[in-house]
């Protein structure tokens, strides 16, 4: 670790204590990436119940110099910096910075495909292997998808998962 120069490391958290941990160390000045991801959750049936869960359980980010580093370590709720061979080890600016691109202003990164209504797709998978369709809407809560499907003898809609289509864009 070099003196004075602040570098990206990886805290391990004990579980569920994320949000705590960036909270204690941003009010120490400690600038900290904890990104996550949303899960839509319906409740009885009605409405949609959106929540926030880390992307990395039990990890966040940290940038702090070598003076930093027992504050860091000793903050409520950390396990430990992650090490090898004793030694905290950074993480590259390009590591973050890709994160970093790919969050919301909300902190939170969608996992995942993006799939637009109306955006044709390619069936990779099962018996329609190789059929276009056209995507219609996600079904969040399953990681599944419905597609149109247009044959010359046939009109449905499929219900997939989204691992077993691919944007033809």
Not at 45 to 53: E, N, R
Not at 67 to 93: A, H, M, N, Q, W
Request: with cysteine; hydrophobic share 35%; net charge positive.
């Amino acid at each position: 670790m070099s003196e004075g120069l602040k570098q990206w490391f990886c805290v391990y958290t004990k579980p569920k204590c994320e949000t705590k941990v960036e909270r204690l160390l941003e009010s120490a000045a400690i600038e900290v990436l904890n990104p996550v991801i949303r899960r839509r959750n319906f409740y009885r049936g009605k409405g949609l119940i959106s929540d926030k869960t880390p992307l990395f359980p039990c990890y966040i980010f940290a940038r702090f110099s070598e003076y930093e580093y027992r504050l860091v370590k000793y903050t409520r709720g950390v396990r430990r910096v992650v090490e090898f061979g004793g030694v905290p080890c950074p993480i590259s600016d390009d590591i973050i910075n890709l994160i970093k691109s790919r969050m919301k202003g909300d902190g939170s990164i969608r996992i995942g495909r993006n799939f637009k209504r109306g955006e044709r797709v390619l069936i990779m998978d099962g018996p329609f292997k190789d059929f276009v369709g056209i995507f219609e809407r996600e079904i969040p809560a399953r990681d599944r998808v419905i597609i149109l499907l247009n044959t010359l003898e046939y009109q449905a809609k499929l219900e997939l998962n989204v691992s077993e289509v691919k944007s033809l864009h």
